[in-house]
T-cell receptor, first 116, second 113 residues
Framework: NAGVMQNPRHLVRRRGQEARLRCSPMKGHSHVYWYRQLPEEGLKFMVYLQKENIIDESGMPKERFSAEFPKEGPSILRIQQVVRGDSAAYFC??????????????FGPGTRLTVL | SQQGEEDPQALSIQEGENATMNCSYKTSINNLQWYRQNSGRGLVHLILIRSNEREKHSGRLRVTLDTSKKSSSLLITASRAADTASYFCATDAVKAAGNKLTFGGGTRVLVKP
């Protein structure tokens, strides 16, 4: 059973470009979470999605950031018009969703975004 | 201070010694989890302790949870050089939708051979 997969692993963008980060959850997992980690810091929650639904986006910046988890295909975190402050590691995690309050979240290897 | 803060921020020990790190949090939780992150890599889940549990073991790891003090500790016994990593606690708050996690800033552990 493959783990959580994220691609690309490294992404370099110039200011003003768009960044699209992909996350394929573990097989059988229907819940996806996105987190951002700045250097030397812990992870910060961004958004929680189930298939075709955004459940909690309280950690997402109001502008330029969006996320989706379509019925088919991976979850996508999209950052429009990137700025240098968006440089960070973006981690996706998935959980089965069977035990809402005790599910373990399994993390992907992350996408390291560098904005030049 | 933030939900899920680790203490100390950094820890340097000799191989074979025990490493203890603490985590404090503020809100009521459903569970608390510990993760390990090697430099530049993803997070590896170590252990989950539910709010109604007080202690849990997994191999060389021992986790305690004191909900009255809103704190947890992670003990790594007989440390190895391969234990060198950052360790994060993460809490799943009772009022949170689903089980989004709130992470602390981490404890950076260096195990010297």
């Amino acid at each position: 059973n493959a783990g959580v997969m994220q691609n690309p692993r490294h992404l370099v963008r110039r200011r003003g470009q768009e960044a699209r980060l992909r996350c394929s959850p573990m097989k059988g997992h229907s819940h996806v979470y996105w987190y951002r980690q700045l250097p030397e810091e812990g992870l910060k929650f961004m958004v929680y999605l189930q298939k075709e639904n955004i459940i909690d986006e309280s950690g997402m910046p109001k502008e330029r950031f969006s996320a989706e988890f379509p019925k088919e295909g991976p979850s996508i975190l999209r950052i429009q018009q990137v700025v240098r402050g968006d440089s960070a590691a973006y981690f996706c995690a998935s959980s089965p969703g069977r035990q809402t309050y005790t599910d373990t979240q399994y993390f992907g290897p992350g996408t390291r975004l560098t904005v030049l | 201070s933030q939900q899920g803060e680790e203490d100390p921020q950094a820890l340097s020990i000799q191989e074979g010694e025990n490493a203890t790190m603490n985590c404090s949090y503020k809100t009521s939780i459903n569970n608390l989890q510990w993760y390990r992150q090697n430099s530049g890599r993803g997070l590896v889940h170590l252990i989950l302790i539910r709010s109604n549990e007080r202690e849990k073991h997994s191999g060389r790891l021992r986790v305690t949870l004191d909900t009255s003090k809103k704190s947890s500790s992670l003990l790594i016994t007989a440390s190895r050089a391969a234990d060198t990593a950052s360790y994060f606690c993460a809490t799943d708050a009772v009022k949170a939708a689903g089980n989004k996690l709130t992470f602390g800033g981490g404890t950076r552990v260096l195990v010297k051979p």
